[in-house]
């Protein structure tokens, strides 16, 4: 659901001054691909009911990642392929947090940066398994923001409560019904992993090295999730989510937005927050991540090809039928207008936009 107010109404509003910000090639062309989501400039189409007749006109949309407005029906088709995955275990909720200090490196060095914590924290958990003989599986899904637009990268990991032994069989993974491993112990361990993998290529300094083993680091661990189904919806939030979202920004006037923001520091209590449109944008392009960089990992008994060749298997000797993969469900061929038929495309236009009035009857087109 679209709010009063959209991120790319403050990227219009920035003009040519967003040239002022110092963004790279990649941020500028995704910022411009939102500003242009559902617009003349991105072409589109006309489709008509084939119940009730009615047209309706249709501007395409950017299908960025980080559009706010292109990421639900591909949120929604993910959950659905991910439920012939599940398996009828407890999943734990698991979160890799690295220290500001390096915000400079993913700042100027995001792909390596963020490919490391993906590499670390998937070594962490290995390490721990292996202490009980059993291969893991994990899901996780980078994340690079705060609440209020500032850079904090971290993981967000769904593990299930088993491995697979030496032999195949499975067995539960992990200290006792209620955790998964001592949070300490994985922040130890994730900490030194991390910098070791800095120092191996070469990434920031020695000066910075000392800082990070100064600190101590976060994983956060929750409890076990009701069912495996609650985790895919949970998951499902954070796989296609953004930096910040249409309905959050509550206004937007000739050189300020506002927008709303949980501040966790004082007991997640609901604040505003007031920038500049220059600031606003800037903020929000640090989350812009590198072309073709895959923020949704699948590791372990959880990866595609463990899940192609063994899965059905696995699901089988746990009591679960196997499940079919539909084709996700849509309703974007839904007519608004009837709520019964669906549209069949009729003509389809370029950013030149739909053709001379005289060759379309209007007056049946819902704008």
Not at 50 to 68: A, E, I, M, Q, V
Not at 275 to 296: C, G, M
């Amino acid at each position: 659901m679209q709010g009063k107010h959209q991120i790319k109404e403050v990227i219009q509003a920035l003009g040519s001054k967003i040239d002022n910000l110092g963004l790279n090639t990649w941020q500028l062309r995704t910022l411009s691909a939102i500003k242009h989501c559902r617009t003349k400039q991105m072409g589109g189409r006309i489709a008509q009911c084939d119940t009730c007749g009615k047209k309706h006109l249709f501007y395409n949309s950017c299908r960025n990642r980080h559009c706010p407005s292109c990421q639900g029906h591909k949120r929604e088709e993910w959950i659905q392929a991910r439920e012939s995955e599940l398996l009828p275990v407890p999943y734990y909720h698991v979160v890799f947090t690295i220290p500001s200090e390096l915000n400079t490196l993913a700042l100027h060095q995001p792909k390596a940066l963020y490919a490391v914590l993906f590499k670390t924290a998937w070594a962490t958990l290995m390490q721990f398994g292996k202490t009980k003989g059993l291969q893991l599986g994990m899901i996780s899904v980078l994340h690079t923001w705060g609440q209020n637009l500032s850079l904090h990268p971290h993981l967000h990991c769904i593990v299930p409560s088993l491995g697979l032994d030496k032999n195949g069989k499975p067995k539960r993974a992990g200290k006792n019904k209620k955790f998964l491993y001592s949070v300490k112990a994985m922040s130890k361990v994730f900490r030194a992993k991390f910098v070791s993998e800095l120092r191996l290529q070469q990434l920031g300094s020695q000066d910075l090295y000392n800082q990070l083993f100064s600190k101590s680091w976060v994983v956060y661990a929750k409890k076990p999730f009701g069912s495996p189904k609650n985790v895919i919806e949970y998951l499902g939030r954070y796989t296609h989510k953004i930096a910040i979202s249409n309905h959050r920004i509550k206004s937007i006037t000739e050189k300020h937005v506002s927008f709303s923001y949980k501040d966790y520091k004082s007991k997640a209590k609901t604040k505003l927050m007031r920038l500049t449109h220059q600031e606003f944008v800037r903020r929000f392009s640090q989350h812009i991540l590198p072309k073709r960089f895959i923020r949704i990992r699948h590791y372990g008994i959880l990866s595609s090809t463990h899940k192609r060749k063994k899965l059905p298997d696995l699901q089988k000797t746990l009591g679960l039928k196997s499940q079919l993969k539909h084709k996700p469900k849509t309703l974007n061929d839904t007519c608004p207008t009837c709520k019964k038929g669906r549209l069949k495309i009729v003509l389809e236009f370029d950013s030149r936009g739909p053709p001379a009035l005289s060759l379309i009857d209007l007056k049946d087109v819902a704008f």
